[in-house]
């Protein structure tokens, strides 16, 4: 088992800055990938970011590229998401999570994106920004 933590969420005005983070604990000897996911209401929850096990290849929603930067720190077992120019269609719950890599680590983008074949996920953290 391993359960996730995500903080950092809240409210901000428009062109505003969160950085979300989002610690695991529990059985994470393997190695696994991150991700961000994010859920609007009456709207299905969606790929935002995700970086691989070492950090070195990260990918992003085209909605949010050039505004967000995942980042990871493995001796912590955390991911950030820096938010920078934030807009009111940023505004969703955020939740992050763990996919272990199976017998290769060398995965599509497509692999990073399918939020459904992750492993494990946190509780989600609000975001909210104003007009």
């Known amino acids: 088992q391993v359960q996730l933590v995500e903080s950092g969420g809240g409210l901000v005005q428009a062109g505003g800055s969160l950085r979300l983070s989002c610690a695991a604990s529990?059985?994470?000897?393997?190695?696994?990938?991150m991700g961000w996911f994010r859920q609007a209401p009456g709207k299905e929850r969606g790929f935002v970011a995700a970086?691989?096990?070492?950090?070195?290849?990260?990918y992003y929603a085209d909605s949010v590229k050039g505004r967000f930067a995942i980042s990871r720190d493995n001796a912590r077992n955390t991911v950030y998401l820096q938010m920078n120019s934030l807009k009111p269609d940023d505004t969703a719950v955020y939740y992050c999570?763990?996919?272990?890599?199976?017998?290769?680590?060398?995965?599509?983008?497509?692999?990073?994106?399918?939020?459904?074949?992750?492993?494990?996920w946190g509780q989600g953290t609000q975001v909210t920004v104003s007009s």
């Open positions: 529990g059985r994470t000897s393997r190695s696994y990938a």
């Open positions: 999570g763990v996919r272990f890599y199976g017998d290769s680590i060398y995965r599509s983008r497509d692999w990073y994106e399918r939020g459904y074949e992750y492993d494990y």
């Open positions: 970086i691989n096990w070492s950090g070195g290849i990260t």
